[in-house]
C-alpha cells in the first residue's frame, strides 16, 4: 500500500516535468532582436576582420589618436569609377543618392531588417529612386562614405552603431544596431550652386 504513494506522486509530478522541459525549449528559441548587442558587436568584429572591406576612418576622429573597430565604417565596393577624377563630396555638400538601409542579419531576415530605402528590387541605375540629402544631415558613418565616394561608385557600407544612431531606439531601429546600406552616388553640389537637372 505504500506504492501508492510513489504512483500518485509520480502522476502529479510527471506532466509538470513536461511543462519545464517545454518551457526550456521555449527558452532556448532566441528571438531576431535578443541578445541585439551582442549580436552587433560580434558583427562589427567580423566586420573588421574581413581583408576584403576597405577600412575607411570616421572623418570625425583624428588619424593621430587611438582608434577601435567602431571609429571605422567597412566597404565593400559594387561599383567603382575608373576615371582619374578623384573629387568627392564635401560636408556642406548635397548629394543625389539612391540607397537602401538594413540591420544585420537575423533569423527572420537573412538579408537584414530593411528601415529605409529609395528603391525596391534590384538596384539598377537606370531605375532606383534618388534623394537629394545633406551630407551634414545624415548619421556620421553614412557621412563618412559620401565623402570618399566619387559620382558613379555604389557600395555597401557597414556602419558601427556609434556611427549611426548609437544606443537610442528609433521607430524602426533598435539601439545598438549596426547598419549596412548600399548606397550609389549620382551626383552632388556645392552650397550656392544651381541644382543640377536629374539625370
Not at 500518485?8 to 528571438?31: N, Q, R, T, W, Y
Not at 531605375?127 to 565623402?147: C, E, I, Q
Not at 528609433?170 to 551626383?187: C, K, M, Q, R, W
Request: proline letters at 4%.
Amino acid at each position: 500500500m505504500k506504492n501508492w504513494k510513489y504512483i500518485l506522486l509520480a502522476v502529479i509530478l510527471f506532466p509538470l516535468a513536461g511543462m519545464v522541459s517545454s518551457c526550456s525549449e521555449d527558452s532556448e528559441e532566441e528571438g531576431d532582436f535578443d541578445n541585439w548587442e551582442m549580436k552587433n558587436y560580434i558583427a562589427l568584429d567580423e566586420w573588421a576582420a574581413n581583408s576584403s572591406y576597405r577600412k575607411i576612418l570616421t572623418f570625425t576622429k583624428n588619424a593621430n589618436v587611438t582608434t577601435t573597430n567602431d571609429d571605422y565604417i567597412y566597404v565593400e565596393k559594387l561599383e567603382s569609377v575608373t576615371e582619374n577624377d578623384d573629387t568627392t563630396p564635401l560636408y556642406t555638400d548635397t548629394v543625389r543618392v539612391a540607397y537602401r538601409g538594413h540591420l544585420i542579419p537575423t533569423k527572420s531576415y537573412p538579408k537584414g531588417y530593411v528601415f529605409d530605402q529609395t528603391y525596391l528590387g534590384d538596384f539598377t541605375w537606370e531605375t532606383a529612386g534618388t534623394a537629394d540629402l545633406a551630407v551634414s544631415d545624415v548619421v556620421d558613418g553614412f557621412a563618412t562614405a559620401l565623402m570618399h565616394m566619387r559620382v558613379g561608385d555604389s557600395w555597401r557600407v557597414h556602419i558601427p552603431y556609434l556611427l549611426g544612431y548609437g544606443t537610442s531606439s528609433t521607430s524602426s531601429i533598435p539601439g545598438y544596431s549596426n547598419l549596412v546600406f548600399e548606397i550609389a552616388l549620382y551626383d552632388y553640389w556645392h552650397p550656392g550652386e544651381e541644382r543640377p537637372n536629374f539625370k
